[in-house]
């Protein structure tokens, strides 16, 4: 900021320069908040979920956008990835990725994670709970139904009144618990986006809860009941002493079977990489995994 003023002083009157100068001082006692360009925030009610953030990056041109509309990619744990993403997103415009639209879904707090994401995100804890989780039981959990429904309901038509979008290409991105979510929405809801990226799944919640999820999901592909599903790809990081890698492996190695009933499912690992970092790590791929044209 003083840089900037700076060079204000040499360009202006001098009368003006004065004032700009007094102007630096104050901003350098109360600086400006950072404000993302091409962003959009609002909130929105999903009525006994409570209220979302919901942070936008779009196109500039967006009036100017194609007959089918952008594609969407939506974040969860916004407060945290989105601006990851919305970075990466305006960058990518010059790239073969193209334009797109990334939707944070957020909560209404400064802090990066909130403890709703634990209602929104995972089965409902058991009774008694596992000794590891005791400390969460006090916190509501088991919402994750309701979170999908407000997904792919409200929100998304919310984000279709409100853009330009191709609605046939929503994807869904989570990371953690956001991303056991993920593997969730796939086994409840196989048609729902176009693409899933589950990033670092935290497949041991629940003592693998999970895995009754994904049988239901897999009997109801032997018999037939599922046509069209989400593209998969399970991101990893080979360091992640949180959520071992081994077990994403397998689930990749599992779900492959099935991509003769047309399951398409990829494994991403990054030997470097452990639990928090691989979401930063891994923005760009995500990004072309979901808006590539199956």
Known sequence: MRRACGSLIWIVAVATAF??????????????RYAMP????????????????????????????????????????????????????????????????????????????DVRRLN????????????QYRALAQYPSGAR????????????????????????????????????????ALYERPSAFHSIVAASPSMEWNAQGILEDERAFVARMADGGVGQTSRLMVVVGDRDTDDDPEPARALVE?????????LRVRLLRYPDEVHVTVPAHSVTDVMRFAFEIR
């Open 19 to 32: 004032a700009a100068s007094a102007a630096c001082a104050s901003d350098s006692r109360t600086p400006a």
């Open 38 to 113: 091409a962003t959009q925030t609002w909130d929105i009610d999903a009525g006994a979920g409570g209220t979302y953030r919901i942070a936008v990056s779009l196109p500039d041109d967006a009036d100017a956008a194609p007959a089918d509309g952008y594609p969407v990619l939506y974040v969860l744990d916004g407060n945290a990835y989105f601006p990851s993403f919305a970075q990466a997103r305006w960058v990518s415009e010059y790239l073969p990725i193209g334009k797109a639209i990334i939707v944070g879904v957020g909560y209404p707090t400064d802090d990066a994670w």
């Open 120 to 131: 929104d995100f995972v089965a409902p804890m058991p009774d008694p709970p596992p000794r």
């Open 145 to 184: 139904k309701a979170f999908l429904d407000f997904l792919t309901g409200p929100l998304r038509a919310e984000i279709s009144r409100r853009y330009p979008v191709d609605p046939e290409r929503h994807s869904l991105f989570g990371h953690s618990l956001g991303g056991l979510f993920a593997l969730y």
């Open 254 to 262: 599992r779900l492959d079977r099935w991509s003769g009933r047309g």
